[in-house]
């Protein structure tokens, strides 16, 4: 069709930002586990169904007006009119054994692929293979079509919470639902609601990092708040190759509360620290350990003191890793006292106060992209570490139940690991992922911090 | 280590070439079938011993010095000091029923992912899950590091003409043995040949395409040999997309040979014929025909007039596809006429005439990889088939039978389709590869170039 969708700012900028080793697309994997009844050749009968009935909707049916000048400031979308299903829906399958190692594996070389920009920029792949007769979705999605948070909520009009259910569309095929429209719109503390915040920040302009550098300029504008605190240099803060690592770990979110409660810290805090003990482990193990701590980068959602309705609003504070501190609880005490205090000062602040100084943390990190700019700009954190709600109820796909629903998120220039959490029911599902080259071996922080979960418990007995 | 191996210009040119879209990787697909005491996980075990041994020799050793501006005039070779041989060598695995339809999707999509410039160019994945217990190695290098026929002799050191042999080491890691390389140096009559006489001709220059227009250029040089037929526009020669469709087929040399003396033709002829049947039955499926016949440009071996020692040299001849034929008898018959014709002529000329036809022929693929050329420059021809000898006698992986051979040449703009044809032992191995997009079912080739071995067959009855 002849319509033409223009591009918001901030999508755009993340087109702009693509490039053989910046890739801005997000996913998720989720595995599922067969229900008694499965019938045999499950994937292969859904692949012919497939073929059969390529009905797509928006926005799973545009693709980019001009693909080939992917920044084009006159960029947009266009409605695909020969739509090649089979290319988006795929079938892959594990090597033997078929544990959770080879699914790793597999999904990092497919995370590693670029995104067809001549098509719609997305991929779902049917993983079989794994142990137990199950089966596990990878799902990929440019970041310019939709953020992370709106496609996994798309994603899941694909799924049933009704484990009866066996005939629910493919996700490609419901009409837009006002539900799933509406839950996008929720204030979910994403890094993209704060590049959105950073983006309002610089003003109605389309150059963003132009207006970043003013923001970033000292002296000309009433930038009083607490300035980001200086972050170490390390392995993890460098230039990026193209090629990605992937892990996951899932952790009870009753265990989790139950051992922050007793040291006092919220459910954030002990992701922090999972996530502090598995760096300081790994780098400790690859002889790269800063002597100072590293700094991780939270959104959060913050109540502002100007808010006389109680309302919430998107905001980022920046937290102590804690990582010079060998003793497991010493370091959780201080992490919790970190993000205490980062909290405390966001709070005291306006709305307006918020979005400032989220648009200044996130600036360093916008401005890493600019090619050699890393190194030189220094970072303000070492790494982003999100944590987003996820499905409230268990979700089947054709009977087939889901078990867990791990993010990957975007690796950049500068941030060469990211790590996303995901509750899922009564789960936190982790997804680590990093560049493949300056971050060796990262499939161990995923068992590092089911270590450090044990070892914080083992302290309370 | 410090040592800079300069790249020759036609390697270069390779580089230089590289896009999104046209990417100069070749590649080989091999099935194997188990011996009778076939280890079990042997390709898990086989894994293990690889992640221990990582002795690897030039030239898989080597990477580019310059990988983010690959076409820097001054690219060349060094030793990768942190060979991660884990990404080189890869475990894959087929969904089921493992038949060779599915091998042929997962290649088709393995061979639409870009190389790596960052690390040495190349790519071995073990492919698990076929059918019977057998695997597949798909092997994938960039045309910059070797040509697809060097390429090949080298992976066969890494195999035995022993079934016997259980410890043959992987090809990296053997020292480079002379054998090989002066395998290397017959006359074979390849692409790379041809595009290497072109570069001759066209002198010492660094930018071939330049001196290619001047060869093309008419009138001012003594090019009185005959011009380029003028080949039909047709869906193969336009832009392709970066998606590639692989398919295969294999026919026993004895039956393929009786067949063409019975018409009075040759081995190249027959091959001609088959894939000439193929492409009339799926361009009117797609009702994409062209009225006047297609061409195919083929690779040959001639003995030139001049040369009294009846020693060899490579030439390139144009023949008729006679598409338009629909008597499958009467077309076998055209395209003999047309090879003969065009082998007459070409025995006519001096080496030096050989060489000049030769790259007046390729001049034109050369320059519609010029960006915005594709449709504007004339094709000479409509495709490439290439007939290469391949292995003599049988070969094992480890007490593993290779089966067959497939051959995986480069699409590039203008020229969407490939067919490539080596020899293993008494089996003509197909390998159709083409963009995705320009030429969709293109695995139909396979399935009609064997409905038309065995409607000539009973012609003949």
Redesign the interface.
């Known amino acids: 069709m002849g319509t033409v969708k223009r591009l918001n700012p901030l999508d755009w900028t993340f087109l702009a930002g693509e490039t053989r080793e910046t890739m801005m697309h997000v996913g998720s994997l989720s595995p599922f586990t067969p229900p008694a009844d499965a019938p045999p050749?499950f994937?292969?009968k859904l692949m012919d169904e497939i073929r059969q009935d390529a009905q797509v909707y928006s926005p799973w049916n545009l693709k980019l007006k001009t693909p080939s000048i992917i920044a084009s400031p006159l960029q947009g979308w266009v409605e695909d009119d020969?739509f090649?299903v089979e290319?988006h829906v795929?079938?892959?399958?594990?090597?033997?054994?078929g544990d959770e190692r080879?699914l790793g594996?597999?999904v990092s070389?497919l995370h590693s692929?670029?995104i067809?920009f001549?098509r719609p920029p997305w991929e779902v792949h049917f993983i079989?293979?794994l142990e137990g007769g199950r089966f596990a979705i990878y799902f990929k999605v440019h970041h310019a079509l939709v953020d992370g948070y709106t496609g996994a909520k798309l994603m899941e009009a694909g799924l049933s919470s009704n484990p009866k259910e066996r005939d629910t569309p493919m996700f490609y095929s419901r009409e837009p639902a006002e539900r799933v429209a509406r839950a996008a719109e929720e204030k979910v503390p994403t890094l993209e609601a704060l590049m959105s915040l950073a983006k309002e920040q610089a003003g109605a302009s389309r150059n963003i990092t132009k207006a970043l550098f003013k923001t970033l300029a000292p002296g000309k504008e009433k930038n009083t708040l607490v300035a980001p605190m200086s972050a170490p240099k390390s392995i993890i803060n460098q230039k990026i190759?193209?090629?990605r690592r992937f892990a996951t770990q899932q952790f009870p979110v009753d265990r989790l509360k139950a051992v922050a409660k007793a040291y006092d810290g919220t459910l954030n805090d002990i992701v922090l620290a999972l996530s502090s003990a598995g760096l300081r482990k790994l780098m400790l193990e690859l002889n790269a350990l800063p002597d100072k701590p590293l700094t991780a980068m939270l959104p959060v959602n913050i109540r502002p003191k100007d808010d006389p309705g109680g309302g919430n609003a998107v905001g980022s504070i920046l937290a102590s890793l804690a990582t010079d501190i060998e003793d497991p609880v010493e370091r959780f005490r201080a992490i919790i006292a970190s993000t205490r205090e980062a909290k405390a000062q966001l709070s005291g602040m306006t709305k307006m106060g918020i979005m400032e100084y989220s648009a200044l943390l996130m600036a360093p990190m916008m401005l890493s992209q600019i090619p050699g700019a890393v190194g030189r700009v220094r970072p303000a954190f070492n790494v982003v570490i999100s944590n987003v709600p996820g499905p409230k109820k268990h979700l089947y796909f054709r009977g087939y139940k889901m078990e867990g629903y791990y993010p990957l998120s975007i690796p950049i220039a500068g941030y060469g690991l990211n790590i996303t959490v995901v509750s899922y029911v009564d789960t936190l599902n982790f997804g680590f992922i990093g560049c493949?080259?300056t971050l060796p071996h990262l499939q161990r922080l995923a068992v590092y911090s089911r270590e450090a979960l044990e070892e914080l418990e083992e302290a309370l007995l």
Request: glycine residues 4%.
């Open positions: 050749d994937l292969r020969n090649d290319y795929r079938r892959s399958a594990l090597p033997s054994p080879e594996i597999l070389r692929n670029s067809d001549h079989e293979g190759s193209r090629n493949r080259d």
